[in-house]
């Protein structure tokens, strides 16, 4: 009753198996680090928007999820906070140097902008990231891929290449994101997109994120997705 109350003041819906997890409203109820609080409060928010407000209790859950809202209400924060504090849970924080948190997103400008939210939120953190993306030389890439990253966001040919070269591996990968899912397939990314995931442990956590909700997305959540609370 109460989240049905929530998601109409928000002029949200959540489909899926019940219990629906209780949207938030502020975004000191999150479990966020001390710091990090600090970090979104000085960014000047009021308060989570309606993407973030169901998409964080969902993905903090564990659970598998696909979030659709419009471009500009704040998707990329509602996937990156909860997967910091994923992140920060891993016990294998120290060891590896693969990508723990994997970020796909069709074209370069959309990796860069992904990264500089990235950027902004784990500043003065121990969390490193990068992104790589076509249409630049490799070597800079490759190098900070050497260095060892948490986060990795990346454009799928490009990601397949340093995979394919042994740059990088997904072995850590444990928090799978699709970024602007339906843009991905519209460019005709679905067999970049599928020889990668395959390559990520099954027992990964993955979220998608779109615009829209076509039925090749739902053919995909229902590929890459798991119904089941984990
Ligand atoms: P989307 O991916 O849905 O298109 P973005 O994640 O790119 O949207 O966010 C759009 C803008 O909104 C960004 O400048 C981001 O910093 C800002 N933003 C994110 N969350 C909030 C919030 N809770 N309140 C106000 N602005 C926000
Ligand atoms: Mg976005």
Same mark, same amino acid.
């Given at each position: 009753q109460q989240v049905a109350e929530s998601l109409k003041a928000l002029n949200a819906n959540i489909e899926?198996?019940?219990?629906?997890?209780?949207p938030v409203t502020r975004f000191d109820c999150i479990g966020l680090p001390e710091d990090l609080l600090q970090t979104v409060k000085g960014a000047g928010f009021d308060q989570p928007t309606p993407i973030q407000a169901v998409g964080w209790p969902a993905a /903090?859950?564990?659970r598998d999820m696909v979030?659709?809202?419009?471009?500009g209400s704040g998707k990329t924060l509602a996937y990156l906070l909860p997967g910091l504090i994923h992140i920060a849970e891993q016990p294998a924080? /120290?060891?590896?140097?693969?990508?723990?948190?994997l970020v796909m997103a069709p074209t370069r400008e959309l990796a860069m902008q992904i990264h500089s939210e990235v950027m902004r939120f784990t500043d003065g953190s121990r969390i490193r990231s990068t992104a790589v993306f076509g249409g630049v030389n490799r070597y800079s890439q490759a190098s900070d891929l050497r260095r060892g990253v948490e986060i990795l966001i990346a454009t799928p040919g490009r990601l397949l290449d340093f995979l394919e070269s042994g740059t990088t591996n997904l072995k850590r990968?444990?928090?799978?994101? /699709?970024?602007?899912?339906?843009?991905? /397939?519209?460019m005709g990314f679905e067999p970049q997109i599928r020889k990668v995931v395959s390559?990520?442990? %099954?027992?990964?956590?993955t979220l998608m994120w779109s615009a829209t909700w076509p039925k090749e997305i739902q053919r995909l959540a229902r590929d890459f997705?798991?119904?089941?609370? %984990?």
């Amino acid at each position: 009753q109460q989240v049905a109350e929530s998601l109409k003041a928000l002029n949200a819906n959540i489909e899926g198996r019940k219990p629906h997890p209780r949207p938030v409203t502020r975004f000191d109820c999150i479990g966020l680090p001390e710091d990090l609080l600090q970090t979104v409060k000085g960014a000047g928010f009021d308060q989570p928007t309606p993407i973030q407000a169901v998409g964080w209790p969902a993905a /903090l859950s564990g659970r598998d999820m696909v979030g659709i809202a419009q471009t500009g209400s704040g998707k990329t924060l509602a996937y990156l906070l909860p997967g910091l504090i994923h992140i920060a849970e891993q016990p294998a924080l /120290l060891a590896g140097d693969g990508p723990i948190a994997l970020v796909m997103a069709p074209t370069r400008e959309l990796a860069m902008q992904i990264h500089s939210e990235v950027m902004r939120f784990t500043d003065g953190s121990r969390i490193r990231s990068t992104a790589v993306f076509g249409g630049v030389n490799r070597y800079s890439q490759a190098s900070d891929l050497r260095r060892g990253v948490e986060i990795l966001i990346a454009t799928p040919g490009r990601l397949l290449d340093f995979l394919e070269s042994g740059t990088t591996n997904l072995k850590r990968v444990t928090y799978l994101n /699709l970024d602007e899912a339906d843009r991905m /397939l519209d460019m005709g990314f679905e067999p970049q997109i599928r020889k990668v995931v395959s390559q990520i442990r %099954p027992d990964r956590q993955t979220l998608m994120w779109s615009a829209t909700w076509p039925k090749e997305i739902q053919r995909l959540a229902r590929d890459f997705c798991r119904e089941e609370t %984990p």
